[in-house]
């Protein structure tokens, strides 16, 4: 059975930083197109950034670059989402997501079939 397990969110000031991992049981990560996506209250479900397949590119929404960075450790089968320099904007539930169905990974939601149960990150004074 695939699954995905986020952890790494809490509280942090503005201007902080936080590191979220996901890790995979039942498949190898490395074989999967991973998303990380974002919900604040009362909004949709954003792509934040994602890494594809093999390693073969990386994608971040235009809100988060410079400050986020996406990686993966095959060894741990974790990909991770280093954010630096949060900000209240921040705030939102995060969860992964993984799928090998396109060759390249994307922003949409609708492209992925596995999904974690999420991890809350809180940017506040």
């Known amino acids: 059975q695939l699954q995905l397990v986020e952890s790494g969110g809490g509280l942090v000031q503005p201007g902080g930083s936080l590191r979220l991992a996901c890790a995979a049981s039942?498949?190898?990560?490395?074989?999967?197109?991973i998303g990380w996506f974002r919900q604040a209250p009362g909004k949709g479900r954003e792509g934040v950034s994602c890494?594809?397949?093999?390693?073969?590119?990386?994608y971040y929404t235009d809100s988060v670059k410079g400050r986020f960075t996406i990686s993966r450790d095959n060894a741990k089968n974790t990909v991770y989402l280093q954010m630096n320099s949060l900000e209240p904007e921040d705030t939102a539930i995060y969860y992964c997501?993984?799928?090998?169905?396109?060759?390249?990974?994307?922003?949409?939601?609708?492209?992925?079939?596995?999904w974690g149960q999420g991890t809350q990150v809180t940017v506040s004074s």
């Open positions: 997501a993984a799928d090998q169905r396109v060759y390249y990974c994307s922003e949409y939601r609708l492209h992925y079939t596995t």
């Open positions: 039942g498949f190898a990560l490395n074989e999967y197109n």
């Open positions: 890494i594809s397949r093999y390693d073969r590119g990386t």
